[in-house]
């Protein structure tokens, strides 16, 4: 088994809260966690440093964090993978630098936990997304680990002696307009059914709260984490292919324009691997849609 691939528990922290589960469990059905897997660890370990960067992403399995985190790969970042079921991440063989660790929630870690997981970390990912039933708790899935993520952050970047400002990505959605009211409206029509969709659906509101509490509290002025909302039109799946970044809303919600997941992975890979890119958009919330062949 190639080392730098592990599933990682953390030892000692098998505590039963009430009825709840721990937050670190291992499926023993898991592909990477069975028994005898190749991929079942083999000791447990700090989760290694690498160069050139290190990402942890959260939401990892889900059709924008897969190809997230190949992107990631391919490009020689070390990858670590907080997630819930590690059988849906694709066949790690030949992955170098690939650190899974299993919860049952992002939200059930705890402080110091979550601290540990964004330790050495050049970049953080949120691919989070209500799944299921949109009414379904929690609400505040994403501002509440956004919140709790970015102060990990500020607590390792403060340790830290490199210098270097931590970078935060969230993956928002184009049904948040910015909140100076500055962007087009595209129709009342549109603006009204915004308004509806982010006061009716719970992970509308929560996109909204998190973008909000990210421009507000971890603006350029803030000395240690920075962050870029990333906000992608209609998500398809589709291969990577030509796509454009926009300051401001292109469509009104009536007329959608299709985004692939692979195009906001791979602007994603190049906002953290590419300074000059992430300077660009650094505390703003780029729109992101596929180019129309003409
Ligand atoms: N659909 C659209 O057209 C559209 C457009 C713009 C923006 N967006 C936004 O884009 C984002 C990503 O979308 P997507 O389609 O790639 O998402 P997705 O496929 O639904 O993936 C969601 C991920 O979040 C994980 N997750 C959810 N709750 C979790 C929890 N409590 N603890 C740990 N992991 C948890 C899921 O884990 P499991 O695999 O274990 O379930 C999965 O990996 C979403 O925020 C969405 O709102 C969507």
Redesign the pocket.
Known sequence: MDESISLTMITGSVVQKGSKTNAFTRSPTSAFGSPGSPFAPRFLRPIAMATPATVLV????????IPLVEQLLQRGAAVRA????PE?LPKPEGQAQLSVTQ?????DLTDQELLEQVKGCEAVVS?????GNPWAK?HD??LSISKRICSAMQQAAQAETTGTRPKYLM?????VPKADGSEKAHGWASTFMVGLLNTLLP?MYD?KLTAAYLNENMSSENPLVDHVVI??????DKPVSEYQTFDELQTGVFS?QD?S?ANVAQFMCDLILKPDLWAQWKGKMPVIIDKVAA
């Open positions: 959260l939401g990892a399995t889900g059709k924008t964090g907080l997630v819930r079921s849906k919860c049952s929630s992002v939200l691919c989070l997304s209500h799944v929690p899935l994403c993956m928002g959605t184009v049904l992970p996109h906000r992608p039109n209609l998500l398809v959608p985004c997941r």
